[in-house]
């Protein structure tokens, strides 16, 4: 299928999930997860002709900010997706997006709400709303998914784990800085093993505070709160914070 728009707002494409995609149970990893958020929000642009390459010679990169997943069934590599995405309402600066990955039985496999801010790919600073002067037809209220990953986070409970991570070449994207899927593979790779490959992601928050460059140490810390059966991971660079996530499993 072609991708196409189901409506002036609503981008739909289809995807596969390939093996090597998967973990040792057959399910979508996290990064990939997120690289179909990526892509959708990426594709939908191009559609509407402002691929990449046009808007940074306008001085405009969309870096994510926040996201929220809630996955429903895991998809796995039997699976064919189809993905639609709509813009929701931009708040202050925030460019909010919503996503969801339907089976072809039509089954709700996943959603994702994600924030995104303009920034000057030169100076990184963000810019204001009226920097966009192209037109992106926004999903009306009643169809509006909850912005649930626009929420804070605030991790608690005891340390379990330490670790860390340094950026090098394969995490770079065009952006020169980790590419935010990676970190989906940071944070799956230091919850407990047991526990995540018997039951799974459910819920996942990410809050992506600072870029993280080339060289960089990234010192991680996983936390669990027995009270929500929660697991936090901070990431912290040399010079502050980097991310929050939190996970709850299946």
């Known amino acids: 299928m072609e991708p196409f728009m189901k409506n002036p707002y609503t981008f739909v494409f289809e995807c596969d999930v390939p093996y090597y995609q998967c973990d040792l149970n057959g399910r979508m990893k996290l990064s990939y997860l997120l690289k179909i958020m990526e892509r959708a929000a990426g594709d ?3 559609h509407l002709g402002l691929p990449y390459g046009l808007l940074y010679q306008e001085g405009i990169v969309f870096l994510l900010a926040k996201l929220g997943a809630r996955i429903h069934r895991c998809p796995t590599a039997a699976d064919l997706l189809r ?32 924030v995104w801010l303009m920034v000057d790919p030169v100076e990184r600073k963000i810019l204001r709303p009226e920097k966009f002067k192209h037109e992106l037809p926004t999903v009306p209220e009643a169809e509006q998914m909850e912005p649930f990953g626009a929420q804070r986070i605030r991790p608690a409970g005891e340390i379990l784990a330490q670790d860390c991570f340094t950026v090098k070449y394969s995490s770079l994207d065009v952006n020169r800085h980790l590419n935010n899927t990676i970190y989906g593979d940071i944070c799956t790779d230091l919850l407990p093993f047991e526990p995540l490959t018997s ?28 009270e929500t059966d929660c697991y936090y991971i901070v990431g912290r660079r040399e010079e502050g914070g980097c991310f929050e996530a939190a996970v709850r499993l299946g």
């Not at 039951?199 to 027995?226: P, S």
Request: aromatic residues 8%; negative net charge; glycine residues 4%.
């Open 83 to 114: 993905v639609e995405t709509s813009p929701q309402r931009v708040k202050g600066a925030q460019f909010h997006r919503q996503i969801r990955l339907f089976s072809q039985k039509e089954e709700l496999l996943a959603e994702l709400h994600t």
């Open 44 to 46: 939908h642009l191009t």
């Open 199 to 226: 039951r799974g992601l459910r819920e996942v928050w990410i809050n992506y505070r600072h870029e993280a460059l080339l060289g960089e140490e990234i010192a991680l810390t996983l936390q669990y709160e027995a």
